[in-house]
């Protein structure tokens, strides 16, 4: 078994089976499955975190969670935004469909390092053991997902931010490993015939991601090294006592946070894609444009960053530069919202599960894009920084976008992953849930935002009762919406019907649709000619 | 086709591992690029003694702080100085050490405007070194400074009539204990 990955030319038919098929695993659709699976809990837990700060937020002067003078309610939001974009966003759309589809979509038999694709997968499960460690140890990290320092580093003594700390490094090195593979795959892999400019969009999404992930996540890694030693082995990177300066953490912070929040969405640009060009049966709109425009979301990605810190003394000329900058992020933006639209245009649209939630996307993007567009302006930024508007803001370009194009994703790929179909009109109402319930959640706290209330408070005046409240009801709706997503699944697997290999007719036209659902262990040995 | 792969492989990593090395030097790097274009208001520390004074008149106004887990009393002793560009200005600040133990500081400092920062030019200062107290100790700061003549060359600099010189001192020991 040790063998198989590097004797490409060894034709192996069986595979192991029980627990070494899954902890030994080298193939690319099992470590997908795996990577699906550890993201849904992933998502569960950071659910119910998000659960519990709506409930604590349901009324003003909630004491659900004011334990250690509301210390829980700091652990609880810094877990929450933790565990969504590492063990839920990254793993199901990089790790999980990545996996899953990049080898299928570009006709390669394997990802390029199989093995290192199984330790990808699996240094998330001791990243996760200290993330929950650093939730429950002491009095926990209460740092917020950002965790700058002081507040990190002398503010918060204790195990609990340390764990939390290894526990992203671990992550970032899966991320580093996956992201390598990725690359790899792509640039030497695809099946004689497919050039660059032929490979799906789903691809590109995932090529530009690990790119992003490459060149960002290092960054992070190089300045959490630097606040554990900070915190451990008295440097003083970020400690101005000792002539360093707490500023260049938020820098380092922000060079890869922003990159981070393009590796979250990128992917599901390229899900969209292929979603979007299935049902309206049309190939997409502009497909250059489409792929050079997320090449190039990636790299204005990279300089754009200090637009998270417009609030924090910088002089008029950077804030702006970075005002200017991050707007013209949108031009690329635009061309795929636009060109999205194009390919719906005079199509023969048909509104599957995964085409519904696939048109929630755009919509929901828009709108979060828009209140982006607004945020980016330095000086608008000053007044509405760290509010609820910012929640609002960018909830809707992830919780709604990447969370829209996992579901889109997971609908239009469930056939093939598994063999079994959902009936239809279950999968919509689940969207129609999910939709109402997360903009019953989000739209309000623009208002919030706009009035002043500031966000990670877990308190706030009489006058912003109304509003939360209905955002806690909105929760409770997204919540319920959840737990029938997994009645669904239950069901499709229980009793749905048996899916042909192409059960979306003829706008599937990526390499996966010409395989059986589910597809054998090992496909594409003999790689197919693309004309 | 294997050749290829490992290829790709080395120089993925070695650009991983490229900003990895860029993110330890950003320190270094960071303070140096403060320095040399005075970002965030650093001021500059003046390698020779100007050589002409200028008519423009300029303020300078002398803020204090004190991190709260440093025992002293720190404040200027003048409000404000006002000196033409070009001449050398002096200027006291006072400390007291308040606890009944010897304790070590450093003060950070800039200006503001920000934009001021690259023709403040400081001769002598406290604040290049650390500094020591002892339990009850008193001492005056001198900080020598002057701002540069070219200062009246720059036409963004010309609404500039007052620039704030600011400290704050920090403790220079580690463990010092924090309640939150």
Redesign the interface.
């Known amino acids: 078994m040790a063998y198989a990955a590097t004797a490409?030319h060894v034709h192996i038919d069986d595979h192991p089976s029980g627990w070494r098929r899954w902890v030994l695993s080298t193939n690319h659709k099992d470590i997908g499955t795996m990577y699906i699976l550890f993201g849904a809990f992933g998502a569960l837990f950071g659910s119910v975190l998000s659960l519990l700060i709506r409930l604590q937020l349901a009324h003003p002067g909630g004491t659900l969670l004011a334990g250690g003078e509301f210390?829980i309610y700091n652990v609880v939001i810094t877990a929450h935004g933790l565990l969504m974009i590492f063990f839920f966003v990254m793993p199901v759309l990089i790790g999980g469909f990545g996996n899953w589809f990049v080898p299928l979509m570009i006709g390669a038999p394997d990802m390029?390092?199989p093995r290192l694709n199984n330790i990808s997968f699996w240094l998330l499960i001791p990243s996760l053991i200290l993330l929950t460690l650093s939730i429950v140890v002491g009095s926990g990290a209460g740092t917020g997902w950002t965790f700058y320092p002081p507040l990190s580093s002398?503010?918060?003594?204790g195990a609990a931010v340390d764990f939390m700390l290894v526990s992203l490094h671990l992550a970032g090195a899966s991320s580093?490993l996956g992201?390598?593979n990725f690359?790899?795959t792509i640039?030497?892999?695809r099946a004689p015939g497919m050039t660059m400019h032929k490979v799906p969009l789903f691809v590109w999404g995932i090529l530009v991601t690990a790119f992003l992930l490459?060149?960002?996540?290092?960054?992070l890694?190089?300045?959490i090294?630097?606040l554990l030693t900070d915190r451990g082995f008295?440097t003083t990177?970020f400690e101005?006592?000792?002539?360093?300066?707490p500023?260049?953490f938020q820098?380092?912070f922000w060079f890869f946070g922003h990159p981070e929040v393009y590796i979250m969405i990128l992917p599901a640009f390229g899900v969209i894609s292929q979603v979007v060009s299935t049902f309206a049966r049309k190939p997409v709109f502009g497909y250059l444009g489409m792929a050079y425009a997320m090449v190039s979301i990636g790299v204005i990605g990279f300089v754009v960053w200090a637009h998270h810190m417009f609030a924090v003394?910088?002089?008029v000329n950077v804030n702006a530069y970075f005002t200017a900058a991050t707007l013209i992020i949108a031009v690329p933006t635009g061309i795929k919202i636009f060109s999205w639209i194009a390919t719906m245009w005079g199509g023969s649209l048909t509104f599957e599960t995964p085409m519904l939630y696939a048109v929630g996307f755009i919509i929901l993007f828009v709108i979060g894009g828009v209140t982006g567009v607004t945020l980016a302006n330095g000086g608008v930024d000053i007044s509405l920084h760290d509010t609820y508007f910012v929640v609002a803001h960018f909830h809707y370009v992830l919780s709604m976008g990447a969370l829209f194009g996992i579901f889109a994703g997971f609908y239009y790929w469930f056939p093939k992953m598994t063999g079994k179909m959902i009936p239809n009109w279950m999968g919509n109402i689940h969207f129609w849930i999910t939709f109402i319930g997360v903009n019953v959640i989000f739209f309000p706290m623009h208002f919030l935002g706009l009035a002043g209330m500031p966000r990670r408070i877990p308190d706030y005046p009489e006058a912003f009762s109304g509003w939360n409240y209905i955002a806690s009801i909105g929760a409770l709706m997204t919540f319920a919406g959840a737990i029938y997503f997994a009645f669904i699944v239950f069901y499709g697997f229980k009793w749905g019907k048996k899916a042909p290999a192409n059960p979306w007719g003829e706008g599937a036209t990526t390499l996966e649709w010409t395989l059986s659902s589910p597809p054998p262990f090992h496909t594409f040995e003999t790689q197919p000619h693309i004309p | 086709m294997k050749e290829k792969r490992r290829s790709t492989l080395i120089i993925l990593l070695s650009l991983a591992f490229g900003m990895l090395a860029l993110t330890f030097a950003s320190s270094a790097l960071f303070r140096l690029f403060c320095e040399k274009t005075g970002h965030g208001g650093t001021t500059q520390v003046a390698r020779k003694m100007p050589t002409r004074v200028e008519d423009r008149v300029i303020t300078v106004r002398f803020n204090a702080d004190t991190q709260r887990n440093l025992p002293w009393e720190f404040k200027p002793l003048q409000k404000q100085i006002t000196v033409k560009a070009g001449e050398v200005g002096l200027a006291y600040y006072h400390g007291i050490n308040k606890s009944q133990t010897p304790t070590v500081g450093m003060a950070t400092y800039n200006v503001t405007p920000h934009k001021a920062g690259i023709y403040f030019n400081k001769v002598e200062c406290f604040c290049f070194l650390e500094q020591h107290l002892e339990a009850g100790q008193e001492t005056d700061f001198p900080v020598q400074f002057f701002i540069d003549p070219a200062i009246v060359e720059d036409p963004t600099m010309d609404e500039v009539d007052t620039i704030t010189l600011s400290y704050t001192f920090f403790p220079l020991a580690k463990g010092t204990n924090l309640k939150w």
């Open positions: 490409d210390q390029a390092f002398v503010g918060q003594p580093i992201a390598i690359i790899t640039f030497n892999m490459l060149l960002a996540v290092p960054v890694a190089g300045a090294t630097m008295g990177f101005p006592a000792g002539g360093g300066d500023l260049l820098h380092l003394g910088l002089d």
